[in-house]
């Protein structure tokens, strides 16, 4: 069994500074955070068997995936490299972190075909205008929704090519997935599930393409990063700039739509809100994702033309459905590997280029700031 933290016992957000060449990052990366990577990586190992995929089936996925991550981007793959080393772990294990998104709904594809049995990253976002808040800046953020006791924090990257960015990640991770950079760009992600997922297996890691996101300098190439190229699954991304500008990218394997602000507000759950190109599975398993997506827009805006920081917070806090609330609780009912929690909730500053963070659900814990360039 895995080293599951009790999620009551949740401790400040961490954070850790990552500078130098790809390798030397990765080192610094994998020896602060030796054992929390390995508790990341027994859990994902016991949530694969609990789903019925052998550790062999795993192994074999994440081999694949090594050449082609470094085919598509050598200087993540050479990071992942210094994870391991620093970590004492092989690459292999630090592959099925990093491709963790395309291994589990390629291995339960190949294992089982009943991928719908699975459920990705829960997780509530939005993205606010400058035009909307009571600073003026531009707002991005989210409830990271996904299993108890996974080890995460706050990467603070001087990469030598690209943006100085802090992005929340798991332990063991190289790309991070909610997160602002010096160009004012910022991202936020949620699982969706829509038809085809799996059926491609080895395409390029949503992970990767993050730290592309957060390295980018225009929002042109932001998108691009998670856009041009086909994927594995199923995913939703906003990506957003200081400038007030915001899209939300519903990503399927060979398809994707594209939303906009509705009065200077974008909210987005768990569901295809565009059903017009693709279908949408993700209700089926959470039914929740249609209360939370309406919920979160109204909290945010009723009886105010100008939102804050605090009323973002308290929205990001709410209980309506609880357990299956914006902040969300493990259900007793579920099996423990099957159980989703508020892992972290982020508010993002985009003109400020500050990421706030909490670990562990936003309703007991306070939130830490993290500065880019700090």
């Given at each position: 069994?895995s080293?599951?933290?009790d ?7 961490r ?5 130098g ?5 990765g ?5 602060a955070f ?14 694969f ?17 090594v050449?082609?991550i470094e ?20 690459i ?6 990093n ?5 589990m709904?390629s291995?339960?594809k ?12 829960a997780?509530?976002?939005f ?5 909307r808040?009571?600073t003026g800046?531009t707002?991005?953020g989210?409830n990271?929704?996904w ?22 990640t ?8 909610i ?8 991202m ?9 997922d799996?059926e491609?297996?080895?395409?390029k890691?949503?992970?990767?393409r993050?730290r592309?996101v957060l390295?980018s ?12 190229k086909d ?14 500008e ?11 739509n ?5 009065d200077g ?10 059903t017009s ?6 209700e089926?398993l959470?039914?929740?994702t249609?209360c939370?997506?309406p919920r979160?827009?109204?909290l945010l805006?009723?009886g ?8 973002i917070r308290n929205a ?7 357990p ?11 099996h423990?590997?099957d ?7 982020f508010?993002?500053?985009l003109?400020e ?15 830490v700031?993290?500065?880019v360039?700090?």
């Open positions: 069994m080293k599951q933290t999620p009551s016992k949740y401790g400040p957000l954070g850790l500074k990552l500078t060449p790809p390798r030397e990052r080192i610094t990366h994998g020896e030796a054992d929390e990577i390995e508790t990341n990586l027994e859990i994902y190992l016991d949530v068997e609990h789903k019925g995929t052998d550790e062999a089936t795993v192994y074999e996925q994440a081999e694949e995936f050449p082609l085919d598509e981007n050598e200087a993540y793959a050479e990071e992942m490299r210094g994870v391991a080393e620093g970590s004492g772990l092989s292999e294990d630090v592959t099925i972190l491709a963790r998104y395309e291994v709904y291995a339960f190949q294992a089982a075909d009943e991928l719908n049995e699975d459920k990705p990253d997780c509530t976002a993205g606010i205008r400058n035009s808040s009571e800046h707002y991005l989210q990271w929704d299993m108890p006791g996974l080890e995460t924090f706050v990467m603070d990257v001087e990469p030598e090519n690209g943006a100085d960015h802090v992005a929340m798991e332990a063991g991770i190289v790309g991070g997935k997160g602002v950079n010096d160009a004012g760009l910022g936020t992600v949620n699982g969706l599930i829509t038809e085809r799996g491609e297996p080895f395409r890691p949503y992970h990767v993050f592309e390295e300098e225009r929002m042109d190439a932001a998108i691009e990063a998670v856009l041009v994927r594995v699954c199923s995913a939703n991304v906003i990506v957003g700039h200081e400038s007030g915001l899209i939300d990218l519903e990503l399927a394997p060979e398809r994707a594209y939303l906009y602000p509705d507000v974008l909210v987005h759950t768990n569901h295809v809100e565009d190109s693709m279908d949408s599975e993700f089926k959470l039914p929740d249609l939370r997506a979160l827009r109204r805006t009723e105010t033309d100008r939102i804050d920081e605090a009323t990001l806090r709410d209980h309506f459905g609880h299956n609330s914006i902040c969300r609780h493990p259900d007793g009912d579920d423990e590997l159980r989703l929690e508020t892992g972290g909730s508010v993002m500053d003109t280029k500050r990421l706030l963070g909490t670990n562990g659900p936003p309703c007991g814990h306070e939130y700031e993290f500065q360039g700090g």
